[in-house]
C-alpha cells in the first residue's frame, strides 16, 4: 500500500469507527499527542480527549460519514503529510421528534507516520461544518 492509499484507509476507518462507535479505533487514528478543533472548539491536546469529545456521538441514534476524496500533499521527508477531506454527515437524533441533521464538513488534517516505515496517524485536526440541513426522521431500528 502506498502512502496516499495509507493515509486514505486511515479516513475510512475514522469514519466507520465512529458510526461503529468503536472508540478505540477512533483513537487508533491519532497521534497520542494530537490536537484537533471541531466546529471552533479547541480540544485539549491528546488522542483521550479527542476520543472523550468524539464520544458525544454516543447520544445519537445513528450516524454515516461519507468522505470525498482526500486532497493528499505529502512532505518531502516522507513522514508527515498535508490532507483535506469533504465530507457528509448524517446524524439521527434520538426520538421523541427524531430528526437528521445533514452535514457538509471539512477536515483539514496533518498525518504523521510514526517512525520509519510505521503507520500514518493524525496530528492535527481541524473540522469545519460548512453547511447543515435538518428534517424529520424516523428512528432507526434497533441494530
Known amino acids: 500500500m ?4 495509507a493515509i486514505t484507509d486511515v479516513l475510512a ?20 499527542d494530537a490536537r484537533a478543533t471541531f466546529s471552533g472548539v ?15 456521538l454516543s447520544a445519537l441514534a445513528a450516524s454515516t460519514h461519507l468522505f470525498g476524496l482526500p486532497v493528499i500533499e505529502l512532505a518531502g521527508d516522507g513522514m508527515s503529510a498535508r490532507v483535506e477531506t469533504a465530507a457528509v454527515a448524517h446524524l439521527v437524533t434520538t426520538a421523541p421528534g427524531s430528526t437528521v441533521r445533514t452535514r457538509g464538513l471539512r477536515y483539514r488534517d496533518v498525518f504523521v507516520r510514526t517512525g ?5 496517524q493524525i496530528h ?3 473540522h469545519r461544518v460548512d453547511w447543515m ?3 424529520p426522521a424516523v428512528p432507526p431500528s434497533t441494530r
Not at 477512533?26 to 497520542?32: E, K, L, P, Q, S
Open 13 to 32: 476507518r475514522y469514519g466507520r469507527a465512529l458510526d461503529d462507535r468503536d472508540f478505540g479505533a477512533v483513537g487508533r487514528c491519532f497521534t497520542a
Open 2 to 5: 502506498d502512502d496516499r492509499d
Open 116 to 120: 520509519a516505515g510505521g503507520p500514518w
Open 133 to 135: 440541513a435538518e428534517q
Open 124 to 126: 492535527q485536526r481541524i
Open 42 to 56: 479547541e480540544i485539549a491536546p491528546g488522542r483521550d480527549a479527542i476520543v472523550a469529545h468524539l464520544r458525544g
